[in-house]
């Protein structure tokens, strides 16, 4: 058994112990004398002893409710088991002590409320564990926001539930898929799945934010908080070895955008499939408790990742992008604002103050002045550019798969809330050469643009804007931009 140590202290608030009836009164010494900590565990289940193990199991003797909590950073009370035996996990974030306190409590019959403080020595990680690394990047706080395919980021299907759906996650597709809506329109003519009531999730902007301390929180668009919740993604598998699972998203007060079953007039739900996840991506299936292969209806979500700077650029170490042609243009001229204010809809892909642009055909065509009157290979839809996070580079391709130039590459200032209501950072890469496609100030002859703004980014969108003669902000002087996007 393992020795609790710690202040005791008499609380006369009752608010923390639900449910169970009061049991006889208890003073918070005979309350720790009563509770006993059984072993620490390297798993929920207890299988595996460890000295510092973060499952940590526990009795009453005698047998009597109680509640064991600790507070979130926030100063709210975390709950962390209730009941007169069970187990409780304390997962501390990375670098913090070992010593974690944690608190016991009863209600007693004349509704006070003994307690006592103790702490407890668990396993304090270095790094994230992959199931929640995936969901909050390094940093241990990631946003995620809509992601609208073909029209569509939540709508029904036939609920699968197995291998052998056919549908490509990879690229966003939904296993069984029915029917969708774009996100405005969750909030307007399909309210309804909603109870009638418009919470601000119907806006491409919404976002819910996943951290290392097993919450999520979603917000509105202005950034005013919506619901908030615990998570964990239960048995997570990268490799999807069983052909559709990734794992179990397990979620507390329905924390998640727009949260409700479809048909179910404002049901919220808890618990969903991971039918696809990666850095910039995750797609989310509402089983309903129907049967594999049912194809009972079933509601669906997908997500992208928009805070994640290194994800979107490299993945999970290496990712490439290609051009993203909108309205015909994938490179041009613009006049520079640098400043908030400019209008553009960034996450749709439009460039503030553009003026021009062109395909990647006319690149090498009519347009081949911009680099010097040399052909490369940039030229094309199917030429692209991969950042390597290991090896901080990044490196052009031809369509035929040819390296064409390469640099080091870096990212700074990034905040992805572009605080200055223009930008949300820079990209540096090297002091000649650059290895981003088509690297050409607009209308210089073939010079090369090495330092880039960062306008808009998220896991399926790169545009960036080089301020080549460095103007002043709102000069309206040209410029070039690029638009990008994963290549798949």
Known sequence: MIALAGMMLVSCDPVLIKGPEADAAISASDLQSAFVIDGQFADAECTTPQADGNFIKYHTTPARTV???????DGSVNVLATGAAG?????????ADANQPFHVSTINQDASVSTFDSSVNVFVPGDLAPEVKILTGDSGRKAWKWYTIDGSCWGNAGYVGAAGHGADVAAGAI??????????????????????TAYGYGDDNAYMIFN????????????????????????????????????KLVTTDAPILFPFAINKNGQRVNEFDVAYI?????????????????????????????????????GSGQRSWTWKTVDGSCWGNAGYVG????????????????????TPAQLETEQVAHAGGKVYG???????MTFDMVNGTVTSYDASGKAIASSPYAVENFDWTAPDGYKMGDLATGAEESGILFPFAINKN???????????????????????DGVAANSWSECTWWRFQPKK
């Not at 509640?67 to 950073?73: E, H, I, R, S, T």
């Not at 187990?87 to 670098?95: A, D, E, L, S, T």
């Not at 969708?180 to 909030?187: I, R, S, V």
Request: proline share 4%; aromatic share 14%; net charge negative.
């Open 67 to 73: 509640q064991v909590f600790n507070y979130k950073a």
């Open 446 to 468: 073939g010079a090369v643009a090495t330092n880039y703004e960062i306008v808009y980014m998220d896991g399926n969108l790169l545009t960036l804007i080089a301020n080549y």
């Open 175 to 196: 296993p069984g898929i029915w029917w969708g809506c774009t996100p405005a329109q969750l909030e307007t003519e399909q309210i309804a799945h909603a109870g009638g």
């Open 339 to 358: 400043a908030a204010g400019h209008g553009a809809n960034l996450a749709a892909g439009e460039v503030p103050g553009i003026w021009w642009g062109c």
């Open 278 to 314: 990666d850095p910039n991506m995750m797609i989310l299936i509402d089983p309903a408790g129907n049967s594999a292969n049912s194809w009972s209806e079933s509601t669906w979500w997908r997500f992208k990742n928009a805070s994640d700077v290194d994800a979107a650029l490299a």
């Open 212 to 247: 290392e301390d097993g919450e999520c929180i979603s917000y509105k668009a202005d950034g005013t908080q919506i619901a908030k919740g615990s998570y964990s993604l239960n048995d997570y598998d990268p490799d999807c070895a069983d052909g559709y699972h990734y794992g």
């Open 378 to 384: 940039y030229g094309s839809d199917d030429a692209y």
């Open 87 to 95: 187990v409780f996990k304390i997962m501390p974030r990375r670098g």
